[in-house]
């Protein structure tokens, strides 16, 4: 026997060959172990073992427009919709997952402007409109930025953890009008004309959509540029004029006042005069040699 001939007991050999088998059961359950460990550690590196709920939502200015003019007074519309990856509800063994829009910040001119507080699911889009006031003179920027909550799940660990990312408008440039034209009247002045036609000149700032002048109180008469007072009668006028911008602010000019006298014109006057004498001498002889031949 196989057993006799190493000069062991048949109990012994049976032991050690039961020790054998449990030390190979332990050593098999100890690679299972480890190679599990490293499964989880490579599942744990594999991002497609984590759902990430977070999805820029979609950001549209309908006022102000690209590249448009306003008062000083601006009125802001938009709204923020969902994007196609934003969720409202994803059913989880951690709870319900889904996407927040927290706050929307208004920029102006690259500074906060304002920051309104929104905490929505974003079921139906988000609209806000506001008058934003008292914006000085000149060229600006408005841009939108959105503060949004997400979430991260984790399917070995089954859990899940907040996200907070943002979103972006377009850069909107505008320009604010906020206070009326300047004109200055240049030729006209408070003074005596000889003449019954005086240039109207003056200069304005700003971008102007309409000038017109008012004589002497009279209805506003529209005018393209400079132009000339024509045929004005002697005596005492005043004139103002109006320039209004592309937003609708008006300026007026300071009244002035000034007075047309054209001079009489004496050679006219003479002529006449000279005729008359002239004819007179004629009939005077004619008469004279009339009265001689009835002698």
């Given at each position: 026997m196989l057993y006799e001939e190493k000069n062991l007991p048949l109990h012994l050999a049976l032991l050690m060959k039961r020790k054998s088998l449990a030390l190979t059961f332990i050593m098999v359950l100890l690679l299972l172990a480890v190679a599990g460990t490293l499964l989880v550690r490579v599942g744990r590196a594999n991002p497609y073992d984590e759902d990430i709920y977070n999805a820029p939502p979609v950001i549209s200015i309908f006022s102000p427009t690209q590249n448009a003019a306003s008062t000083s007074n601006v009125m802001l519309n938009f709204t923020v919709s969902k994007s196609d990856g934003w969720t409202t509800g994803a059913n989880t063994y951690a709870g319900i997952l889904r996407n927040q829009l927290l706050r929307v910040k208004i920029l102006i001119d690259g500074k906060l402007y304002r920051s309104v507080e929104v905490n929505s699911y974003l079921t139906s889009p988000f609209s806000?409109?506001?008058?934003?006031?008292?914006?000085?003179?000149?060229?600006?920027?408005?841009?939108?930025?959105?503060?949004?909550?997400?979430?991260?799940?984790?399917?070995?660990?089954?859990?899940?953890?907040?996200?907070?990312?943002?979103?972006?408008?377009?850069?909107?440039?505008?320009?604010?009008?906020?206070?009326?034209?300047?004109?200055?009247?240049?030729?006209?002045?408070?003074?005596?004309?000889?003449?019954?036609?005086?240039?109207?000149?003056?200069?304005?700032?700003?971008?102007?959509?309409?000038?017109?002048?008012?004589?002497d109180g009279l209805d506003n008469v529209s005018i393209g540029g400079n132009t000339t007072l024509a045929d004005l009668s002697n005596g005492e006028?005043?004139?103002?004029?109006?320039?209004?911008?592309?937003?609708?602010?008006?300026?007026?000019?300071?009244?002035?006042?000034?007075?047309?006298?054209?001079?009489?014109p004496t050679t006219m006057v003479i002529a006449p005069i000279a005729s008359v004498a002239v004819v007179g001498a004629i009939l005077a002889i004619y008469f004279k040699k009339r009265k001689r031949q009835t002698k």
């Amino acid at each position: 026997m196989l057993y006799e001939e190493k000069n062991l007991p048949l109990h012994l050999a049976l032991l050690m060959k039961r020790k054998s088998l449990a030390l190979t059961f332990i050593m098999v359950l100890l690679l299972l172990a480890v190679a599990g460990t490293l499964l989880v550690r490579v599942g744990r590196a594999n991002p497609y073992d984590e759902d990430i709920y977070n999805a820029p939502p979609v950001i549209s200015i309908f006022s102000p427009t690209q590249n448009a003019a306003s008062t000083s007074n601006v009125m802001l519309n938009f709204t923020v919709s969902k994007s196609d990856g934003w969720t409202t509800g994803a059913n989880t063994y951690a709870g319900i997952l889904r996407n927040q829009l927290l706050r929307v910040k208004i920029l102006i001119d690259g500074k906060l402007y304002r920051s309104v507080e929104v905490n929505s699911y974003l079921t139906s889009p988000f609209s806000y409109s506001e008058n934003l006031q008292n914006l000085a003179d000149g060229r600006h920027t408005l841009s939108l930025e959105t503060d949004c909550e997400g979430w991260a799940y984790n399917f070995h660990e089954l859990h899940k953890r907040k996200l907070w990312y943002k979103a972006f408008s377009d850069l909107i440039n505008f320009t604010v009008y906020a206070n009326p034209p300047k004109i200055q009247l240049l030729s006209v002045t408070n003074k005596t004309y000889e003449a019954s036609d005086v240039p109207l000149t003056f200069t304005v700032n700003g971008t102007i959509s309409k000038l017109s002048y008012s004589l002497d109180g009279l209805d506003n008469v529209s005018i393209g540029g400079n132009t000339t007072l024509a045929d004005l009668s002697n005596g005492e006028h005043d004139i103002t004029v109006y320039a209004t911008d592309i937003v609708g602010n008006t300026g007026v000019s300071e009244t002035v006042h000034f007075n047309v006298e054209v001079p009489f014109p004496t050679t006219m006057v003479i002529a006449p005069i000279a005729s008359v004498a002239v004819v007179g001498a004629i009939l005077a002889i004619y008469f004279k040699k009339r009265k001689r031949q009835t002698k």
